[in-house]
């Protein structure tokens, strides 16, 4: 049975309330953690190696786009969330009301009759997969956001929206995700479609100066698209019956893996001939690490399966010294680039998962414990790469392989 309340204490009530001592408007405090978060989050989080404004810029041009203005102040009340503990249940708050009216916003904008598909909705899709990479540790929010969100509008609009200003500039920002997320699921992306192909190599015209990354980067497309058709056609063979023309086809896969290989060593060539003066840019720091982290994702769509050598002449897998090389450089390398530059925890995900396949020794394991760590404090969703890594390494050798 509930308090009854006189009138009398009721009218007092209301007294005490209209006395009360008013707070600062829940604005205020939204607006100076949105400060907070375009200065420290954005300066603590570059996502390409390359100076960028992309925050700032869709502040300013999309301010009156609901879904994105209530993303950005959602991911700012997270970060504020994360960084002072004082106001930790306010700005926990904050984050989940504004992140639940971004996303009704964005349902909103993709429901309505005659629905405008827009750099808007594609921006607020990618601010809400951020958000969900710093708060879900089952990484289940980044894949709904990313896969169906973010990557159907790209496809939607087409690689011609993005060949300058604002959207030359977004796509520079989620490229790097979308190019890991692909090789962390050994899945196939749209980047890998000529047109996309295409947009890439139509900046490169334009820059006498293209870096190395970008070719990196669609080599890596190239990779997780051969691995994604590879594992898909040894998944549909009956091991026991191969023939002919299974291994005719198993040879033309190995034949492009050795393509693939190649297309490395000579990126390998130009990231060793680089001058001096490029030797501590961000962008080469990433490609040397993601180099090291292809090189040995390539060989693994080859040397977990024994089916291909039982079947073929020889596949494009490195030695295990080489292998071993590798990891040594993603990890001494991942741990400058954490400790010294402002680059996004975020990039390395994908390099230390391929490191976590093929280290053995508890000293290394250690190192990587202690860089998921690190990571971890921005990014709850590295939980579910630290608890599958940590079943990998109970799970003995010879069963890994098939």
Known sequence: MGIQLS??????????????????????????????FLTKFVAENDFTGNPSTWFVDIQTHFATDKAVHHAIKALSALYACQKDSSTHAQDRRLALEFYQTAVLSVKQAVNAKNAKIEQPLLSSTFLLGLFELMYDPTGQGW?????YGTSK????????????GLGLSFFNQMKMFEVS?????SESSFLVEKSWLGLTHTFNMQDSNTHPIEELLNLMVRCSDHCARALTYLESLDKYTISDSNIRHLRKFALEGFKLRFALSTLESHLSSLPPHLLHDNRITIAKIYFSATSI?????????????QTIEATPTLSQA????HVTIILNMTEFAMQQT???KLLFLYPLRVACARVWREEQKDRLRGLFEVIRRSFAVVDVFRSEVEELWRTPLAERYT
């Open 143 to 147: 894949i709904k956001h990313t896969m």
């Open 297 to 309: 994702f390539l060989s693994g769509v080859y040397d977990y399966r024994s089916l291909w050598l």
């Open 153 to 164: 509008i790209l496809q939607h609009l087409g690689p011609e929206v993005f060949q300058s």
């Open 7 to 36: 009138s009398q204490h009721t009218e007092r009530r209301r007294d005490m309330v209209c006395l009360k001592i008013p707070r600062k408007p829940k604005i205020d405090h939204s607006n100076q953690i949105l400060v907070l």
């Open 181 to 185: 997320r692909s090789l962390i699921f």
């Open 342 to 344: 402002n680059l996004s």
């Open 322 to 325: 080489l292998i071993e090389c």
